[in-house]
């Protein structure tokens, strides 16, 4: 279990099993930025706990997009508690499990020989990898700028790694949350920093470096990843390296 890292005031890092969420406080009330793998939901709650307040102070759920690792907390709180979650209009049927982008066990066995592949996945299966899960009632955030959450994250399109990936950035803050659309490193990845994840995680891979471009005009030095460390840099630098990487 670990404390939530506060990297800029009341915006909070917290790590679930090889990913990140993130914590907003406004007061008494919160956002929560993704939610981990299923297992990973007292981590969550723990991180909470840490800022002394709990999962009921969470007043709306944002996910950058639907994939498993990304939904663990955000589900359990959303049924305990009712807590509404919002994500990106064509992410909403992602969500509801109309139908599903992301890779599959079988996508990994070419893989089993490369870096770092055999011990992830056990570990990721231990936290519920390889479970369904869907929020049937989940929302489209209606808003353009800033959303009426704590924190007031402003949503920004970053269509590729599925097709409704959405990273959050806080202008007031610098602070830009990229979910998988930009990470700093992954358990898969040879080298740390500012990269795009393996392209077995994405939906399209021309359509994940095109949403560089949708990062690297912000005005953010702080970068809070879906997986991997916070970087501070200037985000227009950090997509360079990325999309150097990509090549």
């Known amino acids: 279990m670990t404390i939530a890292d506060e990297v800029a005031p009341n915006v909070f890092r917290a790590s679930g099993t090889d990913v990140n969420v993130v914590i907003l406080r406004d007061g008494d009330a919160l956002t929560l930025i993704d939610g981990g793998y299923p297992g990973d939901v007292s981590a969550v709650e723990y991180a909470i706990n840490s800022l002394g307040r709990s999962p009921e102070d969470v007043q709306g759920m944002l996910l950058t997009h639907a994939h498993i690792d990304h939904m663990g907390a955000i589900v359990s709180f959303h049924e305990r508690y009712r807590t509404p979650v919002f994500t990106d209009p064509t992410e909403v049927a992602h969500a509801r499990r109309d139908y599903l982008e992301q890779a599959k ?95 077995v995680f994405d939906h399209g891979k021309q359509d994940t470096v095109a949403a560089l471009d949708h990062l690297a005009v912000l005005n953010a030095e702080t970068i809070v990843p879906g997986h991997g460390p916070v970087v501070s840099m200037h985000i227009s630098a950090a997509v360079e390296q990325a999309r150097g990487r990509s090549r």
């Open 105 to 199: 066990g079988k996508d990994f066995i070419p893989m089993l020989h490369k870096h770092g592949v055999l011990p992830w996945l056990l570990r990721i299966a231990r936290v519920g990898a390889t479970r369904s899960l869907s929020i049937d009632d989940a929302q489209a955030f209606g808003s353009s700028g800033p959303l009426d959450l704590p924190g007031a994250p402003v949503p920004v399109a970053t269509h590729g790694h599925t097709s409704g990936h959405s990273a959050y950035h806080l202008p007031q803050h610098g602070v830009v949350i990229t979910g998988d659309a930009l990470v700093t490193a992954h358990a898969l990845s040879k080298v740390d920093g500012p990269q795009l994840l393996p392209q």
